[in-house]
C-alpha cells in the first residue's frame, strides 16, 4: 500500500521537485443532506452558466450529471432499503399475512409498501451524494490533450486552461467517469478545477466551503484517507455494513482518486463506474504493438520490394 | 413558548444541539429549511445522539435521522400527547426538575373543567361569541397574569375594584403564591389534571388518529425516556409545521408539556428550537411588525375607556418576575420614541399610543380591504399573491385599494396582479377596471445596507454594507426614515400656517412630536443603522448606553427602543457585530455576536442545577452557584439575579423580580415557574387538546367536539370550507393536503425564483402522491395534476414517490398530496400558486392560517383556463353541497 501510495505522486511524476501536499475531496455521502449548495457555490466562483430549467423527475436532481455547465452534481436515489441501513430495533414478529389480508384498502400491485405494510416500515432511504471530478492520478484527459491546455498542478489536481484549449474534444471520451465535456458554443472543454485560484490563495474550495454538514471534505489526501478509513470503520461498528469507499485505492484501475466517496451501496446506484481504467492505460502497449506492426509491414514491403526486385 | 416558559423564543442555541442524546425534529424539515445549523444536528449524530424525524412526508431531515415515523398532518397533539401520557403513566417523568421548577404542585379553581368533563370543551365556552371566558382557568386563591399571549383578557376585573370579591377571596388584593401540593395527589393539582386529561391519548388512540404504528410510537417514547434525566437530555425543533394550524399554539405547548416533565429546558442538549422562517422572523417579533405588539413583546394597548399608564400596567403586567417592572420597560420605550416631549406630567405620551379595537392580523386586513375600510397598504418584502392563504382573497383585497406600494428586488406577482394575476385570465378582475395604484419601488439587498438579522436562536447579528446598491434601490430603514421625514415636515408646516384645525394638529403630534433625527450618511442619505441600534439599546439621563434593562427606571430618566435588547450596545459598542472565532473561546461562544436577553444563550438555565445550586449531573453542568463567590457561574450568563442564592425567600409582600425565590428559574412567569398548564393568556384552552384540522377526512376519535371550537374562520363568498367526516359531500375532497418549503427556493419565491442558480435546481411547481394514489388517480409521472378545494383549482406536474407515504388511519388509507408553496406565475421558475388553495382559518391565539393540513381532490391533466377554472370550483362546490355554512360550526 505504502510503496504504492509513494509510487503515485502525480505531482512528481509531472515534474514537480518541491510541491505541496497532493490535495483533494473526500465526500462523504452518509452526510449529505441534498441542499445543493456545492452546486451554487461553484457556479457562483468559477462563474459557470445556468443550464437550464427542466424537471426530470428524477427525485430532487434536475442537474442530471456533471457536464460543461456543471462542475458539481448531487445525486438523489430513493431505494426501498432500511434507513441509514441500521436495525431500527423493532420487532418484526407479527402475522404478515393476517395482516396483509387487511392491508391498504387500496392495493395497486405496484404500491410496494405503506408505512404500515408490516415489516416494511422503515424500508425506505434516500440517498444523495455530491459528485465532482475525481483528479484521477492517472489521468486519461490529460494524457491525450494535443494542446497542453489540461495539466497537473503542483496540487496533483488536474486542470484545464481555458485560453489554450482548442476544442479539439479528445479529452471527452479519454475521461472514464464521463465528468470532462464541451461547451456547445465554442467547443471547448471545462470541468472542475478544484478551485485552482482558490488553493493558490491558501482557501478551499467553494464548495467544500460552503457544504454545511462537513460532507464534502478538503485537504491532503493522504489525511482524508486516513479520516476515511476512520469513518468507515466507525460505521461498521454501527451496523452500517453497507459503508465502503470509492475511488481511494492506489491500486484501482486510475492509480486512486484525487476526489473520493464514502457510499452506502454499490457505485453504479449513484452512477459511478464500478471499476473504472485509465482509457490510456493500454496505450504503451499499443503504441509498441502498432510499432511492431508498422515494423512488420515495413520489412514486409521491403522484402516483397526485394523481392520483387530479386524477380526482375 | 411565551406562556410556558416567559418569553416568546427559542429556549436553546443551535450549536447546543450537538449536546443532545435525543433530538426531536418534529413540524419541521431542518435540513431543507435549515440546512447550515443542521451541522449540530449532525455533529449531535456523530456524538451517538438518536435523531428522531416526526413528519408527514420522508424528506431530506428524515434521510439523515435515525428514525422516521410518517404521521397524518394535523395530528401532532394526538402523537404529543400520546408521549405525555406514556411518560406520566411509566413514571418516567423528572420529579425533583417537576416539584422544583414546575408548576405541577398548583391548585387549579374548582371552576374548572377539563376536556374530559365536556367531551372536548373547556369550561368557560361560549358558542354565541365563539370565544372562552378563561375566568375559571385560573389557580385556586391566586391570579396570574400571563408573560406573553392575551394578557388583556383579565383586564376588567384586574384593573376594577372588587376584582377579588369576583374570586370569593373577599376583596383582598390577588395573591401571587397559589396553593400547592407537594405531593402531587390532590384531585386539582396541575399533574393530576394532566394525568386525567392525557389519559385517553394512548397508543392504541395514537395509531388510530395519526396513522403511525404502536410499536413505531413507542419506539420514541422509549429513545425520549432513555434520553431524558439527571445524566442525558433531549431536544425538539419544530417550525410552521406546527404554527401553521388551527391550534397551532397548542402543539408547541404540547411539545412545552412534555420537555417541562423530562427535565429538559434550560439544560444543555435540552430545550425547544423554534427555528424560524427566514433571516430576522425572531427580530420581526422581538420589535414587532404585529399588530398587538410593542418592542420587546410589550402588549398594544387596547381602547379600553379611561385607560392610563397605571391602569395598563395594572391590568396587563405580573406581580412577580421580571414583567413585575413594566413600567419601566413602558416608561423607557415612551422616552425613546418621543423624547424631550415625553414627561411625567403628561404620562410620558402614553396617550400618543395607538389602541386596538379588536384583531387587526394581515387576514383581518384582507377583509377590511374587501369592506373598503382599510385604503392603502405597503408590502415590504412580502408577496401575499403567492405566499398567504387563499392567495385570491389577498389580490382582491389589493384590487380595492386606493394605493399600493410594493418594495422588492423584482417585479413579484404582488406587484402585478393587477396585469397578468389569474383574476385576470378568469375575467373575475378586469385592468381597466382596477382603481388602486400601484407604485413599484426596488429594494436594496442586504449586501447592500447594514444592519442586523435576530436569528433563530434570539442571536442578533450585524452585516455591514459591501457594495452601494444600483439605480433607484434603496434599503428599507432609507424608505421609512425618509418618508417618515417628509410626513413630518409637511405635518409641521401644516401645523405652522394656522391653517389647520385644532383638532387635527392635535391629532398629528404623536407624528411631529417623534424623536426622528437619525444621522445619515453618504450621496444616498443612507440613515446610520448603529444609530438605530443605539436607540434601540436606550441610555440613561447622562446619555450614556445602558447595559442590562435591570438599569431602566419609570421615572423618565432612561429611554429604551426595545428592552429586551438593552446591552446590545453596552458600552457604545456594537455588540451584535463582533466576531470571535469559536475556537477562541468556550463553546457556547459568548463573544459571537449579541444574544437577548443579555447575551444568555440558553433560557432558564438556573434550571441547568438542583434547588440547591448544583448541577444535575456533571455530565449536564452549565450554570451552578459557587457559594464561596456567592454568585451563579458555569459555561453561559446566569438567567438569573446572580448574586440571589438558591435558598433565598422574597420577603413578605415583595413585588416584581425582588419576589422570585432562589428556586424560581422562569424568571419572567408570574409564578416564577414553567407552565405545564396554563392559567392565563391562551383564547383556546389550558391544555392542549387534540382537534381535526378545519378540513378532515376523519372524526375526532377523542372527543365530540371535531374542531377548535374558539378557532377563527373569515366567512367570504370566495373563502368557502369544505365538510368534513361525517358531513355529506366530504367524500368529493378525500385527500389530506400539506403545504412545504424546498432547500432550493425562498418562501413566496421573491429571493430565488428571479435566480437562474436556484432556479434550475427546482426549476417548477410540482406535487408529490405516492405510488398508491398515483393509480387509484390514473397520475403519471411528470405529468400534470389538477388538485381542486372549494377555493380553487392549480395544475401541478407530479412526482410519484414513496416519500409521500399513504397512512392507514381508522381503518382504512388515507393518501396526502405534498404542495411545496414558492411560486407563481412570474420569475424564471414558475408555477401556481399552492395557497391558492387554502381557506382562511386560523388560530385564535396567532391569526396564523392553517396550511399545513386540509383536504383537496386531485385529478390528472391541466386545469381549465379562463372562466372554466371557475366553473370547475363551481361544480365541486355543488357536488359537495358547500354553503356559506359549510364547515362553520363551533
Known amino acids: ?312 | 413558548m411565551g406562556t410556558s416558559f416567559g418569553r416568546g423564543g427559542a429556549t436553546t442555541f443551535q450549536q447546543d444541539l450537538a449536546n443532545s442524546d435525543c433530538i426531536v425534529i418534529q413540524g419541521s424539515n431542518m435540513a431543507e429549511c435549515h440546512p447550515v445549523g443542521f451541522q449540530w444536528v449532525m455533529e449531535a449524530k456523530a456524538r451517538g445522539a438518536k435523531l428522531i424525524h416526526v413528519d408527514p412526508r420522508f424528506t431530506r431531515t428524515s434521510a439523515l435521522a435515525d428514525v422516521h415515523v410518517p404521521l397524518r398532518a394535523g395530528t401532532d397533539i394526538a402523537f404529543l400527547g400520546g408521549i405525555v401520557h406514556y411518560v406520566l403513566q411509566q413514571e418516567q417523568f423528572f420529579r425533583d426538575y417537576l416539584l422544583a421548577y414546575t408548576n405541577a404542585p398548583m391548585i387549579v379553581s374548582e371552576k374548572f373543567a377539563d376536556t374530559e368533563d365536556l367531551d372536548g370543551v373547556f369550561s368557560g365556552l361560549d358558542p354565541e361569541s365563539r370565544s372562552y371566558d378563561v375566568e375559571t382557568w385560573q389557580y385556586e386563591g391566586a391570579e396570574v397574569q400571563a408573560a406573553s399571549g392575551k394578557r388583556d383578557q383579565h383586564w376588567q376585573r384586574r384593573t376594577h375594584a372588587g376584582r377579588g370579591e369576583a374570586h370569593g377571596s373577599g376583596g383582598a388584593e390577588i395573591g401571587t403564591e397559589p396553593k400547592r401540593d407537594e405531593t402531587l395527589q390532590h384531585p386539582r393539582c396541575v399533574f393530576q389534571i394532566l394525568k386525567r386529561h392525557y389519559a385517553r391519548y394512548t397508543p392504541e388512540a395514537v395509531e388510530q388518529i395519526c396513522g403511525v404504528p404502536q410499536e413505531k410510537f413507542l419506539q420514541v417514547c422509549e429513545l425520549l425516556s432513555e434520553n431524558s434525566g439527571r445524566e442525558r437530555t433531549s431536544a425538539f425543533a419544530y417550525a410552521v409545521g406546527w404554527t401553521q394550524h388551527t391550534v397551532g399554539v397548542q402543539y408547541i405547548r404540547t411539545a412545552a408539556i412534555l420537555q417541562t416533565l423530562l427535565g429538559n429546558i434550560g439544560r444543555p442538549g435540552g430545550g425547544i428550537l423554534a427555528l424560524r422562517g427566514h433571516a430576522s422572523i425572531q427580530g420581526s417579533t422581538d420589535i414587532p411588525t404585529l399588530y398587538n405588539l410593542l418592542p420587546g413583546y410589550i402588549p398594544m394597548r387596547h381602547a379600553h375607556s379611561w385607560e392610563d399608564l397605571a391602569t395598563f400596567v395594572q391590568g396587563e403586567a405580573a406581580e412577580k418576575g421580571y414583567w413585575g417592572n413594566m413600567e419601566s420597560y413602558v416608561v423607557s420605550l415612551l422616552k425613546a420614541w418621543w423624547g424631550p416631549h415625553a414627561t411625567p406630567e403628561n404620562e410620558f405620551c402614553f396617550d400618543y399610543l395607538p389602541r386596538l379595537t379588536g384583531s387587526h392580523s394581515t387576514y383581518e386586513t384582507v377583509m377590511e380591504q374587501l369592506k373598503g375600510t382599510c385604503e392603502g397598504y405597503f408590502l415590504l418584502g412580502e408577496n401575499p399573491a403567492v405566499g398567504s392563504a387563499n392567495a385570491k382573497m389577498q389580490r382582491l383585497g389589493m384590487a380595492n385599494l386606493d394605493w399600493l406600494v410594493v418594495r422588492d428586488f423584482s417585479l413579484i406577482e404582488s406587484a402585478t396582479w393587477w396585469k397578468d394575476g389569474p383574476e385576470i385570465e378568469t375575467g373575475e378582475l378586469s385592468t381597466d377596471d382596477i382603481k388602486t395604484e400601484v407604485f413599484f419601488l426596488p429594494a436594496a439587498a442586504h449586501t447592500e445596507k447594514d444592519g442586523s438579522f435576530t436569528n433563530t436562536q434570539r442571536l442578533l447579528q450585524w452585516h455591514h454594507q459591501a457594495v452601494e446598491p444600483e439605480g433607484d434601490a434603496r434599503s428599507d430603514l432609507w424608505f421609512i426614515y425618509h418618508l417618515g421625514r417628509r410626513i413630518r415636515e409637511k405635518l409641521t408646516a401644516a401645523a405652522a400656517d394656522g391653517t389647520q384645525k385644532d383638532a387635527d394638529r392635535e391629532r398629528d403630534r404623536p407624528v411631529r412630536e417623534l424623536t426622528w433625527d437619525y444621522p445619515v450618511k453618504g450621496e444616498l442619505a443612507e440613515p446610520d443603522a448603529e444609530a438605530v441600534l443605539a436607540e434601540i439599546n436606550g441610555w440613561n439621563a447622562d446619555a450614556e448606553p445602558l447595559s442590562s434593562y435591570e438599569q431602566l427606571k419609570a421615572d423618565g430618566s432612561t429611554a429604551c427602543g426595545c428592552w429586551i435588547y438593552c446591552g446590545v450596545y453596552a458600552d457604545g459598542i456594537n455588540q451584535a457585530a463582533r466576531r470571535k472565532p469559536g475556537t477562541e473561546q468556550n463553546w457556547v461562544a459568548p463573544e459571537w455576536a449579541w444574544a437577548w436577553p443579555l447575551n444568555r444563550r440558553i433560557l432558564y438555565n438556573r434550571a441547568s442545577a438542583d434547588p440547591d445550586g448544583k448541577p444535575w449531573s456533571e455530565r449536564k453542568a452549565y450554570i451552578w452557584w459557587d457559594a464561596e463567590q456567592e454568585k451563579w457561574t458555569g459555561h453561559d450568563i446566569p438567567d438569573f439575579k446572580a448574586t440571589k442564592p438558591p435558598d433565598f425567600q422574597p420577603e413578605e409582600g415583595a413585588k416584581g423580580p425582588d419576589a422570585l425565590r432562589g428556586t424560581d428559574a422562569f424568571v419572567m412567569q408570574a409564578d416564577g415557574k414553567a407552565w405545564l398548564y396554563v392559567p392565563a393568556g391562551l383564547t383556546d384552552g389550558p391544555l392542549p387538546t387534540h382537534y381535526e384540522p378545519q378540513e378532515s377526512p376523519f372524526p375526532n376519535l377523542l372527543y365530540r367536539q371535531q374542531r377548535n371550537p374558539v378557532r377563527q374562520m373569515m366567512k367570504h363568498e370566495n373563502n368557502r370550507f369544505q365538510p368534513s367526516d361525517g358531513q355529506t359531500g366530504s367524500e368529493v375532497f378525500p385527500f389530506v393536503v400539506t403545504t412545504y418549503r424546498l432547500t432550493e427556493h425562498h418562501t413566496a419565491g421573491g429571493m430565488s425564483r428571479w435566480q437562474p442558480y436556484l432556479s434550475e435546481l427546482q426549476p417548477e411547481m410540482f406535487c408529490e402522491v405516492s405510488p398508491e394514489l398515483a393509480t387509484e388517480r390514473g397520475l403519471e409521472h411528470l405529468e400534470w395534476a389538477t388538485i381542486v378545494t372549494a377555493r380553487t383549482a392549480i395544475e401541478a406536474r407530479v412526482l410519484v414517490t414513496d416519500r409521500m407515504p399513504s397512512l392507514r388511519v381508522q381503518g382504512r388509507t388515507v393518501h396526502q398530496v405534498g404542495l411545496p408553496y414558492h411560486w407563481g406565475p412570474n420569475g424564471l421558475s414558475t408555477g401556481d400558486a399552492a395557497n391558492e388553495l387554502a381557506s382562511l382559518s386560523l388560530d385564535p391565539n396567532t391569526h396564523i392560517q392553517e396550511v399545513k393540513a386540509l383536504t383537496c381532490d386531485i385529478r390528472p391533466g391541466r386545469r381549465p383556463r379562463g372562466p372554466q377554472r371557475i366553473e370547475l370550483v363551481r361544480e365541486y362546490q355543488q357536488r359537495a353541497g358547500i354553503t356559506d355554512e359549510t364547515g362553520t360550526e363551533v
Open chain 1, 1 to 312: 500500500m505504502t510503496t504504492a501510495r509513494e509510487a503515485t505522486d502525480p505531482a512528481a511524476e509531472s515534474g514537480y521537485t518541491d510541491h505541496p501536499p497532493r490535495m483533494g475531496f473526500f465526500t462523504d455521502t452518509t452526510v449529505c443532506i441534498g441542499c445543493k449548495a456545492c452546486e451554487v457555490a461553484c457556479k457562483e466562483w468559477n462563474a459557470v452558466p445556468a443550464d437550464g430549467l427542466d424537471l426530470t423527475g428524477m427525485s430532487y436532481d434536475n442537474t442530471v450529471g456533471l457536464g460543461a455547465n456543471t462542475w458539481r452534481h448531487v445525486a438523489f436515489i430513493e431505494q426501498r432499503k432500511p434507513l441509514a441501513a441500521q436495525d431500527p430495533g423493532l420487532h418484526h414478529d407479527t402475522d404478515v399475512l393476517a395482516m396483509a389480508e387487511h392491508g391498504s384498502a387500496t392495493q395497486p400491485p405496484e404500491a410496494g409498501m405503506t408505512p404500515t405494510t408490516p415489516g416494511s416500515g422503515d424500508d425506505f432511504r434516500w440517498l444523495m451524494a455530491s459528485d465532482v471530478c475525481k483528479h484521477c492520478t492517472h489521468a486519461a484527459c490529460l494524457d491525450v490533450c494535443p494542446t497542453g491546455s489540461l495539466f497537473r498542478t503542483e496540487f496533483g489536481t488536474v486542470v484545464v486552461q481555458e485560453d489554450i484549449c482548442n476544442g479539439c474534444g479528445y479529452c471527452i471520451p479519454a475521461c472514464p467517469y464521463g465528468v470532462i465535456d464541451q461547451r456547445p458554443d465554442d467547443g471547448r472543454a471545462w470541468k472542475c478545477t478544484l478551485c485552482y485560484d482558490r488553493l493558490g490563495e491558501g482557501m478551499e474550495p467553494a464548495c467544500a466551503k460552503a457544504c454545511p454538514t462537513d460532507s464534502i471534505q478538503f485537504g491532503p489526501l493522504d489525511e482524508l484517507r486516513e479520516r476515511a478509513q476512520q469513518r468507515v470503520r466507525q460505521l461498521h461498528e454501527a451496523g452500517v455494513g453497507e459503508a465502503r469507499l470509492y475511488g481511494d485505492d492506489p491500486d484501482d484501475g486510475v492509480g486512486g482518486d484525487g476526489a473520493f466517496f464514502l457510499l452506502l451501496d454499490e457505485p453504479e446506484v449513484y452512477g459511478f463506474p464500478p471499476d473504472p481504467v485509465v482509457t490510456t492505460r493500454d496505450l504503451p502497449s499499443m503504441w509498441r504493438h502498432v510499432g511492431a506492426a508498422a515494423a512488420t509491414l515495413l520489412a514486409g514491403a521491403a522484402a516483397a520490394f526485394l523481392g520483387a526486385g530479386k524477380g526482375r
